[in-house]
C-alpha cells in the first residue's frame, strides 16, 4: 500500500520551502503534508525548542493518518529523530540532516565532528558567520549568508523568493538532545548534499553510516528548492515500495 509523506523543515524555514516538492507528489499520487514547526513559516508561535518541534510533527502524523515516510531537513533531521518513533512511520529520510544519537545535540555533533574530522572552512563560505544574535533568544541569518550557503545554486528568483521567508530560529533547538532515537528502530535512508555550504558534506556522511542507506547528490543545502525531482522521485519510490 501506497504510504503517505510528511516533511519537516530545517531552522529558518517552514512549510513553504516544499511547495515544489508537494506538487510532484501530488503528480505522482502521493498523498503529503508539510509540517510548519511552531511559530515558522504561517504559524503564528509561539516558537519551541526541540520537543514541542517533535510533538508538532507526530500530530500532523496523526493527521494525515495511516503509513508514512518521514524527511527532515537540516535541522529538521533533529526533530524527526524524536518524532520517528510514531508507529506510523515506515521509512525516515535525512536530508542533509542531524540524524543524532543519544545525548546529541546539533550543536555538539556539530562542533565534536568537524574537529574529529579536522574540516576547515578556509576559503568557503561559513553559515556561523551569517549568524546573528538577538536578545529574545533568537538566531537570524543575514541575506548574504544564507544565500551564499544555502541557495548557491538557485536562480537569482528563487534566492530571493526563499530570503523573504525565512525567520527566527530558537537557539535552543541547537543544543536539545532527542528524546528518542528514531533511526536505530525504522529503516533510513540519508541524502548527503555534496556542494552544501550550510552542513559540511563530511559531517553530513559521518550521519549517513547512521543510517541503512544513503545517496549523494551534487546540489546545496536546499534541493526541495534547486533540484526538488531528486527528492520527490525518491519519496515516491520509498513511499510506494512495500
Known amino acids: 500500500m501506497t504510504a503517505g509523506v510528511v516533511l519537516v523543515h530545517g531552522a529558518w524555514h517552514g512549510a513553504w520551502c516544499f511547495e515544489r516538492v508537494i506538487d510532484r507528489l501530488a503528480d505522482a499520487g502521493i498523498e503529503a503534508l508539510a509540517?510548519?514547526?511552531?511559530?515558522?513559516?504561517?504559524d503564528p508561535g509561539p516558537l519551541s525548542d526541540l520537543h514541542g518541534?517533535?510533538?508538532?510533527?507526530?500530530?500532523a502524523?496523526?493527521?494525515l493518518g495511516g503509513d508514512c515516510v518521514l524527511l527532515g531537513h537540516s535541522y529538521g533531521g533533529a526533530v524527526i529523530t524524536e518524532a520517528g518513533v510514531h508507529p506510523s512511520v515506515r521509512h525516515l529520510v535525512y536530508l542533509t540532516a542531524f540524524a543524532l544519537d543519544f545525548g546529541?545535540?546539533?550543536?555538539s555533533a556539530a562542533v565534536e565532528e568537524s574537529e574529529s574530522l579536522d574540516i576547515s572552512y578556509e576559503g568557503t563560505p561559513n553559515l556561523a558567520d551569517a549568524f546573528v544574535?538577538?536578545?529574545d533568544g533568537t538566531i537570524t541569518l543575514t541575506p548574504d549568508g544564507a544565500a551564499a550557503c544555502l541557495f548557491q545554486d538557485c536562480d537569482p528568483e528563487t534566492t530571493a523568493w526563499a530570503l523573504a521567508r525565512i525567520g527566527p530560529q530558537p537557539a535552543v533547538t541547537f543544543g536539545d538532545t532527542p528524546a528518542a532515537v528514531a533511526w536505530r528502530e525504522r529503516p533510513s535512508t540519508y541524502v548527503v548534499c555534496t556542494e552544501d555550504q550550510g552542513v559540511h558534506p563530511e559531517l553530513q556522511r559521518v550521519m549517513a553510516r547512521r543510517c541503512a542507506?544513503?545517496?549523494?547528490?551534487?546540489?546545496?543545502?536546499?534541493?526541495?528548492?534547486?533540484?526538488?525531482?531528486?527528492?520527490a522521485d525518491l519519496l515516491t519510490r520509498l513511499a510506494t515500495s512495500s
Open 61 to 63: 502524523i496523526d493527521e
Open 213 to 231: 542507506a544513503a545517496v549523494e547528490w551534487p546540489t546545496s543545502h536546499s534541493p526541495f528548492l534547486s533540484a526538488p525531482e531528486r527528492v
Open 35 to 42: 509540517v510548519d514547526l511552531p511559530g515558522h513559516g504561517s
Open 104 to 107: 546529541e545535540s546539533c550543536m
Open 53 to 59: 518541534d517533535a510533538a508538532r510533527v507526530r500530530d
Open 133 to 135: 544574535s538577538h536578545d
